[in-house]
């Protein structure tokens, strides 16, 4: 099966990640091959935090929750 996982960011106004949430949170409870793929994409939002560049602050409300797709099979 696909190890997709899909990522909400959340960011404080300075571009910086304050929470990173995985959708399937049953599947990360249950797949390990999963729940590596999904960690690594963890750190790597947290590793690139703040987001560069800065982010524009009158569009705050429009940018501080972003949803990602992370497909490790572009890294194996």
């Not at 049953?26 to 947290?46: C, G, H, I, V």
């Not at 501080?64 to 490790?72: A, G, V």
């Amino acid at each position: 099966s696909s190890l997709i996982v899909d990522i909400i960011v959340e960011l404080n106004e300075d571009g910086e990640v304050i929470k990173v949430r995985i959708e399937d949170v049953l599947r990360y409870s249950t797949d390990e091959a999963f729940r590596l793929a999904a960690n690594a994409a963890e750190r790597a939002f947290q590793q690139c935090s703040p987001l560069i560049p800065p982010l524009s602050p009158e569009d705050y409300e429009k940018w501080k929750t972003l949803n990602f797709r992370f497909d490790p099979r572009g890294f194996l």
